[in-house]
């Protein structure tokens, strides 16, 4: 598409009949409704290990992670979180429950991340995937981890122990997302 | 924008470097990446009584509701639902747990539903509402419901009774939303 020069949907406006600005075209006048976007993903363990994955791929190339990415149009939130870990870890799991759900308003991200076993303990790096290994809770690289929402989970994984039901966690107290 | 003639978004295909078609504007090159929606809302009681809304717009204009509605924005899931208890019910709550976790595939629409209390026991219809009514259990128009979303929420929220800390539903087995 590089050889299109105009601005695309770049004009602040509030549409007629709407309480909010959007972002029109000014060439074509199509208005983009912008929502939040939904992350699933989940924190996967193998025999009381926990997989993470380092980043391939911008933002935070090279740091670690857990198998997230945007929900499809049309697909589940559960069936999404699998999905990303098929993409970026070549791994089926089996949830069992949500574990958080975070919001970080600055990026309008509502992410849903559930606990989750590897179906046979096989995998492997995706594409968007530098590395990626099982680490016991002593090893886990507190300081390169990729996103602060990536440090609540484990810590809410580790919160919950045993436990088969429980309710979801948000946000820690205070926390926005912002910073770790 | 009356004055716009162009398309807009409405070739699709797949941009350089992505897994997934999209609707490009042939105009001015812009793609329209599509995510699923998030709707907030919550079950409301007042005095062990739920707080229902009639519809004053389409979808389903005259059918009941629980006050919800599209996430805007740089706002957390919590906020988003007191914010729709506002402005359709002009009434404050106060949430005390995440409900449901539902999913629509076929309108790509994530759902989180909380359980509330209604602050002061106050309400009066917003410019959404044509009118709106606590009402006993018993009492529940449940064949004028406007969405089978509301249906699983009002049941759900029943489910759990008197307790302070349960693990969110999801849809119910072989549900998704397409009818009640």
């Given at each position: 598409?590089?050889?299109?020069?105009?601005?695309?949907?770049?004009?602040?406006?509030?549409?007629?009949?709407?309480?909010?600005?959007?972002?029109?075209?000014?060439?074509?006048?199509f208005i983009n409704y912008e929502n939040?976007?939904?992350?699933?993903?989940?924190?996967?363990?193998?025999?009381?290990?926990?997989?993470?994955?380092?980043?391939?791929?911008?933002?935070?190339?090279?740091?670690?992670?857990?198998?997230?990415g945007f929900l499809e149009l049309h697909e589940t939130a559960e069936n999404g979180?699998?999905?990303?870990?098929?993409?970026?870890?070549?791994?089926?799991?089996?949830?069992?429950?949500?574990?958080?759900?975070?919001?970080?308003?600055?990026?309008?991200?509502?992410?849903?991340?559930?606990?989750?076993?590897?179906?046979?303990?096989?995998?492997?790096?995706?594409?968007?995937?530098?590395?990626?290994?099982?680490?016991?809770?002593?090893?886990?690289?507190?300081?390169?981890?990729?996103?602060?929402?990536?440090?609540?989970?484990?810590?809410?994984?580790?919160?919950?122990?045993?436990?088969?039901?429980?309710?979801?966690?948000?946000?820690?107290?205070?926390?926005?997302?912002?910073?770790?």
């Amino acid at each position: 598409m590089s050889n299109f020069t105009a601005a695309g949907p770049s004009v602040r406006e509030i549409p007629d009949g709407d309480t909010h600005e959007r972002l029109v075209c000014p060439d074509c006048g199509f208005i983009n409704y912008e929502n939040p976007k939904i992350v699933v993903g989940a924190v996967c363990t193998w025999q009381g290990q926990l997989l993470l994955c380092r980043r391939a791929i911008n933002p935070r190339r090279g740091f670690w992670t857990i198998p997230a990415g945007f929900l499809e149009l049309h697909e589940t939130a559960e069936n999404g979180a699998m999905r990303e870990a098929r993409e970026e870890a070549c791994t089926e799991i089996a949830i069992d429950g949500l574990l958080g759900v975070y919001t970080v308003p600055r990026i309008s991200q509502v992410q849903l991340i559930y606990r989750a076993e590897l179906k046979d303990g096989t995998f492997d790096a995706g594409e968007e995937t530098l590395e990626l290994d099982l680490f016991a809770w002593d090893d886990i690289p507190w300081d390169e981890l990729a996103f602060p929402t990536v440090h609540w989970a484990l810590n809410h994984w580790r919160e919950i122990g045993d436990a088969t039901h429980w309710p979801p966690f948000a946000n820690p107290p205070g926390k926005n997302g912002n910073s770790f």
